[in-house]
């Protein structure tokens, strides 16, 4: 990982406005930042309250005592379930700050996730891609993902319920 001082852990709840301002600073990449319409106070609750919707790694960086730490990247994740092979671990989110790519840190954030799947016997890891995304699909593709869309005859939809 990089040579900063840089930690993995589980997200705690006072986390949730420096993972929403990281959700933001995605949402702005993708060119959609009208979208990320979520508040602090539903972030914490949808991961923290009595029923969790998902759970979060984050990656923090130490400077110093007297700066404290920051959080630098964030991993948003849930459990699924697949008919064909039963349990799943879906990677909803996934950001490391652009000033500390390239060191690691992306790279011990999915192995991380993937091991947490591993841990509650999942079968497989899933994750969407914006298909415009080169940088993403190439990361993604160095660490043995492969594009399902044409192989499983998938089409991605949404709704509101």
Same mark, same amino acid.
């Given at each position: 990982?990089?040579?900063?001082?840089?930690?993995?852990?589980?997200?705690?709840? &006072? +986390?949730?406005?420096?993972?929403?301002?990281?959700?933001?600073?995605?949402?702005?990449?993708?060119? /959609?930042? @009208?979208? !990320?319409?979520?508040?602090?106070?539903?972030?914490?609750?949808?991961?923290?309250?009595?029923?969790?919707?998902?759970?979060?790694?984050?990656?923090?960086?130490?400077?110093?005592?007297?700066?404290?730490?920051?959080?630098?990247?964030?991993?948003?994740?849930?459990?699924?379930?697949?008919?064909?092979?039963?349990?799943?671990?879906?990677? &909803? +989110?996934?950001?490391?700050?652009?000033?500390?790519?390239?060191?690691?840190?992306?790279?011990?954030? /999915?192995? @991380?996730? !993937?091991?947490?799947?591993?841990?509650?016997?999942?079968?497989?890891?899933?994750?969407?891609?914006?298909?415009?995304?080169?940088?993403?699909?190439?990361?993604?593709?160095?660490?043995?993902?492969?594009?399902?869309?044409?192989?499983?005859?998938?089409?991605?939809?949404?709704?509101?319920?």
């Amino acid at each position: 990982m990089a040579s900063e001082n840089v930690v993995l852990r589980a997200a705690r709840p &006072e +986390d949730c406005g420096e993972i929403l301002r990281m959700i933001k600073e995605l949402a702005v990449y993708e060119k /959609m930042p @009208e979208k !990320a319409t979520l508040t602090e106070e539903a972030l914490r609750d949808d991961a923290f309250g009595d029923q969790p919707y998902y759970r979060a790694l984050v990656a923090e960086v130490g400077s110093n005592l007297m700066d404290g730490t920051k959080l630098i990247g964030y991993a948003m994740y849930y459990f699924c379930y697949c008919p064909w092979l039963g349990r799943g671990i879906y990677l &909803e +989110d996934f950001y490391v700050e652009p000033a500390h790519r390239g060191r690691g840190i992306g790279t011990s954030i /999915m192995k @991380e996730v !993937a091991k947490i799947g591993v841990k509650h016997r999942c079968n497989k890891m899933q994750w969407v891609c914006l298909n415009w995304n080169d940088v993403a699909i190439k990361f993604y593709k160095k660490h043995g993902g492969k594009d399902v869309t044409v192989e499983e005859n998938v089409t991605r939809c949404s709704g509101f319920v």
